[in-house]
């Protein structure tokens, strides 16, 4: 599977940026998706994910009410629609992949970084 993300840039404090992630190489359906983001000095952290087992969807508290996760089968791509940007929102992101139930991922993309100005 390959993943290519994009859509990472710099915006100010309270903006909005979504980000895209084109998988390839097997069937997009059969794949569950995540975002993972990684601040300078930090852990990579989860930050939203399809969740198979009742069909629900994972959200690190720190983002929920402001990013939302969700994919366009058609297009074979993962969104990532983050509003309400803060500055400690700010890092690399990268889109991830799996064919399993559950929060681990075993297909990554590239990161694409995201700036936030205060």
């Known amino acids: 599977v390959q993943l290519q993300a994009s859509g990472g840039g710099l915006v100010q404090a309270g903006g909005s940026l979504r980000l895209s992630c084109k998988a390839s190489?097997?069937?997009?359906?059969?794949?569950?998706m995540g975002w993972f983001r990684q601040a300078p000095g930090k852990e990579r952290e989860l930050v939203a994910a399809?969740?198979?087992?009742?069909?629900?969807?994972y959200y690190a508290d720190s983002v929920k009410g402001r990013f939302t996760i969700s994919r366009d089968n058609a297009k074979n791509t993962a969104y990532l629609q983050m509003n309400g940007l803060k500055p400690e929102d700010a890092a690399i992101y990268y889109c991830?992949?799996?064919?399993?139930?559950?929060?681990?991922?075993?297909?990554w993309g590239r990161g694409t970084l995201v700036t936030v100005s205060s």
């Open positions: 991830a992949a799996d064919d399993t139930d559950g929060l681990a991922f075993g297909y």
């Open positions: 399809d969740v198979w087992i009742g069909g629900s969807t």
């Open positions: 190489g097997r069937s997009f359906s059969s794949l569950r």
